[in-house]
């Protein structure tokens, strides 16, 4: 089975400071990894996802998020953050061709983005 | 526009009663799926369905139930055996076995 641990429940930053939120997994398999965001009363987005090929992947709002293997690690990272950026991310994992119980998610960090 | 549609966004009622969350989806997927959030807790997997007609415990299942007999539908029912169901329930579905889910939007269920 996959876990995942999103290691800071809250990380306050201050607006156009860099931010890093940190996501390492467990698994015995090859897993796909994904970061959502989640803005309050809503559903969950895609915020960007390594599947294969390149190991840094790259959003539309300027965040990106490297897969380093040897570390277990998909850390997301944006270099200015906006007001805008404050909300819920969830870091998931998932098992290619296989679990079909779906993503397996942290318990989510909450960024706080202060003026 | 393609997408998965929550309805009620909100939706209250007495402890005891039975209540059933729509979850519909036009994206044409195979796969669909009930979380359960709750401050700090994360997203908890209650039921998943990878085909009509079938359909698998989660992690939290006891005192929720699930239909599939529509490949668009999937609705859950809280029932008056769980024990705490007020929380923010989330539905989403995937085109294929370990590929992104996509979200709707959620119900927050309040029990009083």
């Known amino acids: 089975a996959q876990s995942v641990t999103q290691l800071d429940s809250q990380v306050p930053v201050f607006e156009e400071a860099p931010v890093e939120l940190r996501c390492n997994y467990s698994s015995s398999v090859s897993v796909y990894l994904f970061w959502y965001v989640q803005y309050p009363n809503q559903g969950l987005q895609l915020l960007l996802k390594?599947?294969?090929?390149?190991?840094l992947v790259e959003s539309i709002n300027g965040f990106e998020a490297e897969f380093n293997k040897s570390q277990t690690s998909f850390h997301l990272r944006k270099p200015s953050v906006h007001i805008s950026d404050t909300a819920e991310y969830f870091c998931?994992?998932?098992?290619?061709?296989?679990?079909?119980?779906?993503?397996?998610f942290g318990k989510g960090t909450h960024l706080i983005i202060q003026p | 526009d393609g997408g998965i549609t929550q309805s009620p966004k909100y939706l209250f009622r007495k402890e005891g009663q039975n209540v059933t969350l729509s979850c519909e989806q036009n994206?044409?997927?195979?796969?669909m799926y009930w979380y359960r959030q709750d401050p700090g807790q994360g997203l908890r997997l209650i039921y998943y369905s990878q085909i009509v007609n079938d359909f698998q415990k989660g992690d939290i299942a006891e005192g929720y139930s699930v239909s599939r007999e529509k490949k668009e539908s999937f609705p859950l029912t809280v029932t008056s055996a769980q024990k705490n169901p007020t929380a923010f329930y989330l539905c989403?579905?995937?085109?294929?076995?370990?590929?992104?889910?996509?979200f709707g939007q959620g119900t927050r269920l309040t029990v009083v």
């Open positions: 998931a994992v998932s098992v290619p061709r296989g679990g079909a119980d779906g993503l397996t």
């Open positions: 989403a579905s995937s085109i294929g076995t370990g590929l992104e889910a996509f």
């Open positions: 994206l044409n997927h195979d796969a």
């Open positions: 390594y599947l294969s090929g390149s190991t």
